[in-house]
């Protein structure tokens, strides 16, 4: 009884968070790009179990696409026998120069806030370059290299695992790979990103955030989307482990604006 209950609920949540729900292609020329994800998950029984994913991601572009804006945000809630277990939250943003080129400069600004992780604070600041060796409407590849200063204040009734400090300041060196790949013939698209950060400070910290997802075209800008995350970082706080690993899955919509002419120039 409770596994049917929980399917059902499961359905009445995802029809009523995946309205407006898409995966950004960052292969498309669209002058404005709207995506707003929702998921969750409720299961009563032995234990009782509520957790909701959302993200909202806006990308513009000027006319002639000399500079483009992206931010992302996500939040994560989830509690277990009424006892609250996430209420995550992160905020990305950039600003791209000329992103049509081969090869563009771009600087970003990070917040975090992670109850799972006893982070209080988390705040990146940098600047990077792109190569972006594939790009057509069905495929994208990207390698970006990015220099970073982050601030970090953990959960104040814990400390660091690294010469117990509660509050640290790190330099890194970040690499990310990005792919998406569209198959038309049968409505599928696959895309993977994988950042890999390397401290240049003396604590010798390293951190991966990687995801691998499948998008299954259902009918129109309607999908099904299923996504795996896992995540690793070295310098934590006591008691709390350094691997993640995160399997979601629901529906997406996708809103686009007019393409930008590309025979226009600046």
Not at 92 to 113: A, C, G, R, W
Not at 171 to 187: M, N, S, T
Request: net charge positive.
């Amino acid at each position: 009884m409770f596994v049917s209950n929980r399917l059902l609920v499961n359905t009445l949540i995802m029809l009523a968070f995946f309205k407006v729900f898409g995966q950004l292609s960052e292969a498309d020329s669209l002058r404005t790009n709207i995506l707003l994800n929702a998921s969750g998950n409720l299961s009563y029984g032995n234990v009782d179990r509520q957790i909701f994913l959302g993200n909202v991601q806006i990308v513009y572009r000027s006319i002639g696409n000399t500079w483009a804006f992206k931010t992302q945000n996500n939040y994560r809630y989830g509690n277990i026998n009424g006892r609250l277990t996430e209420n995550d939250f992160n905020t990305q943003n950039y600003v791209y120069y000329k992103p049509d080129q081969t090869i563009y400069p771009y600087l970003l600004s990070f917040f975090e806030q992670n109850k799972r992780l006893k982070i209080d604070r988390r705040f990146r600041i940098g600047s990077g370059i792109t190569y972006r060796p594939l790009r057509s409407l069905q495929h994208l590849l990207k390698f970006s290299a990015t220099v970073l200063y982050e601030t970090n204040t953990f959960d104040k009734s814990e400390e660091s695992e690294e010469q117990s400090l509660s509050s640290i300041e790190i330099y890194r060196l970040a690499c990310r790979i990005f792919g998406r790949h569209q198959f038309k013939k049968i409505d599928v698209s696959v895309f993977y990103e994988a950042v890999f950060m390397y401290s240049l400070s003396a604590f010798g910290d390293m951190g991966i955030v990687s995801e691998l997802g499948v998008d299954i075209n259902v009918f129109g800008n309607m999908s099904v989307i299923s996504r795996i995350n896992y995540l690793r970082q070295d310098l934590t706080v006591q008691d709390i482990k350094q691997d993640d690993l995160f399997i979601t899955y629901g529906f997406n919509y996708q809103f686009k604006s007019k393409k930008i002419s590309r025979n226009k120039k600046i």
